[in-house]
């Protein structure tokens, strides 16, 4: 497929009849060919309306910016849509954050490497040095930002200013606690990766908490990041059965290959347009 | 929502640019609401297309048979479509065929008697007498047609005259392989239910095979017959975990609670019209 | 396998070596075949052993109470262990209580009217009369007790009569809340089926919390009830993936038949004698 | 855990009373302590037997050379065993066989790096030189060996002189069919993970055959590689279910997570002496 030529439409607003036969009908009449489309309606009368499409066009007289301004005005603005048309040709930039634990950033590092997420990473930030030659092996920039109370607000300024204009942040087992006002400037745009199946077990060392409880199952929970500790939007949970056998070392074992599957998933969906919210939940369009 | 004006509209043609603006623009015009809407592209160009609607009208004047009418004349020839429409008010008739094994039926009569399936069922035949008091107890005609390789004719016959208008049938572990005539008169409207993970261990006694493979998880299918044994198109698969303790009773034990739910959802999508045929493969819009 | 020379023989105790050896030498000079054995030791060091073996013997002398007489002095009391010798001859009986929602119920009895659950059922008890009919067709007697704030001491002292001796109790959507009396007189002997994934949901109207937190799995929970609400050692979890095209009527139904196949497995685990408690967790043998 | 102390004995045999207590009064008698006990008997009579002992000794004297003839002599011996005693000191030698897609070796390599897998990897071998500076990276020695099907002979020889006294190989995607000569050097001790749910889809190109067949459900299974391709026993199998929207790409990437995940496992077990062979099935204590 030519990703300069391919691109996705989002679109959120009030439900009314007619919405898919007028943005359907402005694709057909730019001879755009539509290869995917999902549409949700959180009720049959008075809900809200959520859709996605993805299409294609050949013609050389489609401009994006062009593209996007007709439709603002054509049909976002008449039905009062929240919509956001992103052209595959424009990558998206992706910093990733992370502490000590390696697995979940190198594994979306191995994913990118092999093509499989289509983003650009202009640098990995941590708190900690350890990291600094695995991630150089990729070739992508290492910061290391101590962070901690005392230095909270000078470490966040620090890492908006690496950041520059970043299009989303990952949090790949970075266990610090960003503030309201760094979560503020990325709204539904940090994901963060936590281990555990929420809403159980919300807060620190979560696997220990499914211990000491008993669980026959373990999880990890990928999710927007907002104000509030653990509470923003899931985007994505996934499990594994644990028995009394399993020490904490075990749990923390097939936990991190959880966690490795359940943010990777995440994060190829956002890059892909394929999450809406809707409140602090999340419709994913897979 | 009100079943005599909801309704869904199924589509498959070869793929072009405008179906999708086509069909929205037709139910938009008759104040059609639109509640669900998948859609499907085998390839972005020169593919298959594959389209599922659900909407809902109150207009008084929209008459199911007219409506139909409409939409073959104004988009469904046009589009050289093979479509169809069905109002939920009309239930579809489904007749159940069952051997000795009654988990199977069971399951299936005790979701209808709960309203989990919006069907009729004039009839549950049986090559056996044994379930007839446990058919009888959900208020369904039970009926005993003896089949063997030497009466199979008859017995066919029988089964048909028996059957009646129905629209489709559900092989909830019915031991007897029908004919070539009989399942060419029901084509993909023969569900049956396969006590493997296909294309492994076709034929008989799969657990036995399953066993004998010493194989690490176990399976059932839910697929339309076709007059090959166990290839027609996959509806629905389900696995679970077996180890060396599981004896071949613990195999049967696990796989009929597989059974019961595949085939469940099978039957579920069915009436939804959730499911399209591609060749000899499935679009389940689930 | 003659279920009137078969047992098993269930162990807790604190760890030292030696114990398997002594057990297992016990047996041997009985000429017992052993042919099931777990054992689980918490910690390499100053832990708790548990151990579950399951046996076989044809010697005719060989006299359940005997035997169990013999073990406590010989090995039991040596070792300080809480021990239970059940022979399969014996069946135990299991009273169940369910409100109006009858499939985990139904399930239940299913299973035991095709053999799957080897026990006896002495009685179904309800605070709501609606099931009387489902339950007699199993030939099992229906009790009709009604529960109410008020009533509470009369109606569990009316359930107590009516049980007898019962072995263990299964809440099957039994939806009172049983006094700390109640639950005190069946230690670690009441089975109750939570429709969630604790300890995430506990409390009231879990599917409707699940749909509000916007969780992309849902589950349920088996484990036996203490006096502390939905705080009792888990048994058994599942789950199920939603998405946000469930409406809260589907994750009933999804939560339904994960409730009927979770509360089965605790079921069949606690008649096998194969769940075994460590403090607030249990250890299952399965 | 003392890895000096901490030894496995693993041993099948015919059945018969009075092995569970010969085993572990012999090691009760070295103050061994066990920590970990997994039996299993094919038939209640006149099957074989299966055990699996994790013990623990601090005791100097106990030397793991006259441990194991002590035990040859006085148990393995009298009750005719296949016995193998691991102390779990001396390190298993793991060479990695691949050709050129990297996911299921470098996820090996990754979990080995990280302490997850105890073993040494001599070197890994491929037929392509693709994957040099990804190995290198990995501190391990990378050999190319050409392999074609007429310097096969040649290839084998020299992949075998590289190998030198190693324990296990894993072909982690090598491509090549191994002679019977190879294969039968090390019995059930080369691993292989196959990209499909055997015995579903055997040979080559299995995602391309799963598409083409319309499964719902894709899987990955390792086996121990016996002369006949494909067959060999079964240790660990998973899946991951698809819809008809998954392009032949999508189950690749789905396929190489699933790989990951398998293969690693098996090897684990591997090291672990979990993985007990029945005839062409396979015993895993988990």
């Given at each position: 497929?030519?990703?300069?030529?391919?691109?996705?439409?989002?679109?959120?607003?009030?439900?009314?009849?007619?919405?898919?036969?007028?943005?359907?009908?402005?694709?057909?009449?730019?001879?755009?060919?539509?290869?995917?489309?999902?549409?949700?309606?959180?009720?049959?009368?008075?809900?809200?309306?959520?859709?996605?499409?993805?299409?294609?066009?050949?013609?050389?007289?489609?401009?994006?910016?062009?593209?996007?301004?007709?439709?603002?005005?054509?049909?976002?603005?008449?039905?009062?849509?929240?919509?956001?048309?992103?052209?595959?040709?424009?990558?998206?930039?992706?910093?990733?954050?992370?502490?000590r634990h390696d697995h979940a950033?190198l594994e979306?590092?191995?994913?990118?490497?092999?093509?499989?997420?289509?983003?650009?990473?202009?640098?990995?930030?941590?708190?900690?040095?350890?990291?600094?030659?695995?991630?150089?092996?990729?070739?992508?920039?290492?910061?290391?930002?101590?962070?901690?109370?005392?230095?909270?607000?000078?470490?966040?300024?620090?890492?908006?200013?690496?950041?520059?204009?970043?299009?989303?942040?990952?949090?790949a087992r970075?266990m610090?606690?960003?503030?309201?006002?760094?979560?503020?400037?990325?709204?539904?745009?940090?994901?963060n990766i936590h281990h555990s199946f929420l809403p159980a077990f919300v807060g620190g060392d979560p696997y220990r908490q499914a211990q000491s409880r008993g669980v026959k199952i373990i999880g990890a929970t990928a999710h927007?990041?907002?104000?509030?500790?653990d509470?923003?939007?899931i985007i994505e949970q996934d499990v594994v059965r644990v028995t009394h056998r399993h020490e904490l070392d075990d749990l923390k074992r097939l936990g991190r290959d959880l966690e490795r599957q359940v943010l990777a998933r995440a994060?190829?969906?956002?890059?892909?347009?394929?999450?809406?919210?809707?409140?602090?939940?999340?419709?994913?369009?897979?």
């Open positions: 497929m030519d990703a300069n030529t391919f691109a996705r439409l989002v679109i959120t607003c009030d439900d009314r009849p007619g919405i898919v036969a007028a943005v359907t009908r402005f694709l057909f009449e730019r001879d755009a060919n539509i290869t995917e489309l999902d549409q949700h309606s959180t009720d049959a009368s008075g809900g809200r309306f959520f859709m996605r499409v993805e299409f294609q066009t050949d013609r050389l007289d489609v401009v994006p910016e062009i593209l996007g301004q007709e439709f603002g005005s054509q049909i976002g603005s008449p039905f009062a849509m929240d919509w956001h048309l992103h052209f595959a040709a424009r990558r998206l930039r992706m910093a990733i954050l992370v502490s950033a979306l590092l191995w994913r990118w490497q092999r093509g499989e997420l289509p983003v650009d990473i202009p640098c990995v930030i941590s708190n900690h040095p350890d990291l600094e030659a695995a991630v150089a092996a990729f070739g992508i920039p290492f910061l290391h930002v101590p962070f901690s109370a005392s230095t909270q607000a000078a470490a966040e300024a620090a890492i908006r200013e690496h950041l520059g204009a970043v299009d989303f942040l990952v949090l970075y610090r606690v960003l503030s309201a006002d760094f979560v503020a400037a990325f709204p539904n745009r940090i994901i927007y990041v907002t104000a509030e500790l509470q923003g939007p994060v190829r969906w956002h890059i892909e347009d394929r999450i809406l919210i809707d409140g602090n939940k999340t419709i994913v369009f897979a």
